[in-house]
């Protein structure tokens, strides 16, 4: 069962406007959340996280929000550049019962950012 | 630091063969993590490693795979004997500290194919 779910396989947005992908989660002891971005033939690279105590983080043109109560969210890229093309990866992880420490990471399937020039 | 480095970046191999992939984790970093990534299954965790030791291998999928880290700069993943359906591009990552407020830095892959 898909703790992380990414519904949208990709997402095609123009240039200059804005790109919204989304993230269900479905455990609730998740308390930090992150994004991370794929280019192809590379590794995941780190994005932007927010933790469960906040609903909002920015960091330039990205964006995150969280609605705990929904298990949501989202990533937010004003305005969209066609050098963010990539997939893009949502992430949870929670509290480990033993070490009190936040040590797996659980990805969702990721969604194929396109933009166009 | 080069980071997180895997070889090979591609790996053709006839069912049945063993399969062993390498990572070297960034110095430092006290975990290391491989995951697999597939299109049905996006990117799983097979197995952790945390100075050392391994944690939580319950992401492994049969016995046919395995994972050691002998000391804190080397880390392989086996798979005895292969099977098409372990196809899949396999990350290591690495972080300096399990705490819920670091990110994982990840290797390039390595795209293993079997046939």
């Known amino acids: 069962d898909q703790q992380v779910k990414q519904n949208s396989p990709s997402l095609s947005v123009q240039e200059g406007r804005i790109s919204i992908l989304n993230c269900d989660y479905t455990?609730?002891?998740?308390?930090?959340f992150l994004w991370y971005k794929k280019y192809p033939a590379e590794g995941p690279t780190f994005l932007i996280s927010i933790s469960s105590i906040k609903d909002k983080n920015e960091d330039g043109r990205f964006t995150v929000f969280l609605n705990k109560s929904a298990k949501h969210l989202s990533l937010h890229i004003v305005p969209s550049q066609p050098g963010d093309s990539a997939v893009y990866f949502c992430a949870a992880s929670a509290l480990s019962g033993e070490t009190g420490g936040s040590e797996k990471l659980v990805f969702g399937k990721g969604t194929k950012l396109t933009v166009n020039p | 630091d080069a980071g997180v480095i895997q070889s090979p970046r591609h790996e053709v191999t006839e069912m049945g063969q063993e399969v062993t992939l390498r990572c070297k984790p960034i110095s430092g970093h006290d975990y290391l993590f491989w995951y697999r990534q597939t299109m049905m299954r996006g990117l799983e965790l097979l197995i952790y490693f945390n100075n050392n030791v391994p944690i939580d291998d319950s992401g492994m999928p049969e016995d046919r795979f395995s994972a050691k880290m002998p000391n804190a700069s080397f880390s392989t993943l086996k798979i005895q004997p292969s099977e098409p359906r372990d196809s899949a591009v396999y990350f290591c990552?690495?972080?300096?500290?399990?705490?819920?407020?670091?990110?994982?830095?990840f290797g390039q892959g390595t795209r293993l194919t079997v046939v």
């Open positions: 455990n609730s002891m998740f308390d930090y």
């Open positions: 990552a690495s972080t300096p500290s399990g705490f819920m407020n670091t990110e994982a830095f």
